[in-house]
């Protein structure tokens, strides 16, 4: 059974940092490209960044570009979200989630095919 397992969320302050990780098990995600998504409570799941599966090409949202960086390590078949200078409209259920379709630049959710169960980050002004 495939499975993605996100951790690394929590209560920050504003300007703080954290870093999320989503290991892989079940089966090989190396190949494909990833993602994180995000959802704060009463709004819609929005993509925050994506990484080819090579790792060499990375999209983020402009709301967080320069301030948060996805990485991965396919050796350990994770996933990285470095986010720095944490802002309280960062504060959702983060999300990450593999596109078997092989397409690294979807921002739309509907093209990830697994997903992990979330963690929570909360930044407190």
């Known amino acids: 059974q495939a499975q993605l397992v996100e951790s690394g969320g929590g209560l920050v302050q504003a300007g703080d940092s954290l870093r999320l990780s989503c290991a892989a098990s079940g089966r090989t995600f190396s190949s494909y490209p990833m993602g994180w998504f995000r959802q704060a409570p009463g709004k819609e799941r929005e993509f925050v960044c994506a990484i080819s599966g090579s790792g060499n090409t990375k999209y983020y949202a402009d709301s967080v570009k320069g301030r948060f960086t996805i990485s991965r390590d396919n050796a350990k078949k994770t996933v990285y979200l470095q986010m720095n200078s944490l802002k309280p409209e960062d504060t959702a259920v983060y999300f990450c989630?593999?596109?078997?379709?092989?397409?690294?630049?979807?921002?739309?959710?509907?093209?990830?095919?697994?997903w992990g169960q979330g963690t929570q980050v909360t930044v407190s002004s």
């Open positions: 989630a593999a596109n078997l379709g092989g397409y690294s630049g979807s921002i739309d959710p509907s093209n990830y095919d697994y």
